[in-house]
């Protein structure tokens, strides 16, 4: 294996100057730097990553601790991380807290203890030990997807973060179904806990109030965030005396939950219940009925979050900020929509 001195060798300078030259670290003449170039590509040098860390006590790795990666959302987030990141040059490291908050606290003190530069995290519904262990070290980190409130009302977050908008696109499809003609609007929430969570029933309200309607208790359930949850929760809702005629799933795990319910009670969609969800994902064309669906910017959520944390450790002292990105209606059939309506209009968003 080449070694940083046959570099040097090769192209007729200093071992310093190819440090210069590969780490940035100083300017170099233009045919020199070349020469260094030249050296390296001829002699397929590869950097020794880990003598670098030791000697800069930089690592130029971040942590991503994010529960689900399986969901496709996250995985949509993660591949915006990664490209950021390599972007950049920073490779990760890569956790899953399964949204327990002892577990979350363990794992994010494993990616600190590999010495990460800082850490990307979508928090549990309790971060308290995480938010203690972040701040008692100094960890520089950025919340995505799930923000954490400021300590005091009206103040600055605790940390970066970055997240979709959830209420307005949430009361978006409620008041879409409600223009359908629908007065039992149910909605299939998330893990109690979650920012999304509350943000998404916070939606859901005012688009009831938007629409004239009542708001009913029995008909807002919680499916934990996770398919089996949400077919528990529908299947509730199904069983009520007074049944919803539309529902709302609050993210694409749980709509996969709840048609399974539907199907095990033998109703069509849109037919016997129109459906909406929070999340698109790359098979909600391919549903029959195709799903009406709000889209978030997922893989740029991810990518925002690099960004944010690499601004943090440029500025340790720059204000903290959280920062949401627009979601997109996707009009499909599954609210009940025939095929003509849903199709982009000339002149107007699709």
Known sequence: MATMADVAR??????????????GTRPVLPHTRQAVLDAVEDLGYTPNTLARSLVTARTR???LAVSAISNPYFTEI????????????????????????????????????RRVEGMIVAPSPEPAGLLAYLRRHQVP??????????????????????????????????????????????????LPGLSTTAERITGYRHGLAASGL?????????GDSEAAGAERATAELLNLGSRPTALITANNAMTIGALRA???????????????????????DLFSPRLTAVSQPSRDIGARAVRMLLDRL???DRPTRTERLPCAFVHRTSCGCPEDATA?????PS
């Open 10 to 23: 090769s192209a007729g300078v200093s071992i310093a100057t190819v440090s210069h030259v590969l780490n």
């Open 61 to 63: 790795s971040i942590g």
């Open 78 to 113: 993660l591949q915006g991380v990664e490209a950021a990141a390599l972007e950049e040059g920073y490779s990760l490291l890569i956790a899953d807290p399964h949204d327990d908050p002892e577990h979350e606290r363990k794992v994010v003190q494993l990616l600190h203890e």
């Open 141 to 190: 980190a950025v919340f995505l997807d799930r923000l954490v409130g400021p300590p005091a009302e009206d103040g600055p977050p605790l940390f970066d973060q970055v997240c979709a908008e959830s209420t307005e696109p949430t009361a978006g499809l409620v008041t879409h179904l409600a223009s359908l003609g629908h007065r039992r609007i149910g909605l299939v929430a998330g």
């Open 214 to 222: 009542p708001f009913d208790g029995r008909i807002l359930v919680h």
């Open 262 to 284: 539907l199907r095990a009670h033998g109703l069509s969609v849109p037919g016997d219940i129109a459906l909406c969800c929070f999340d698109d994902f790359a098979w909600a």
């Open 314 to 316: 440029a500025d340790p």
């Open 344 to 348: 982009p209009k000339k002149g107007t």
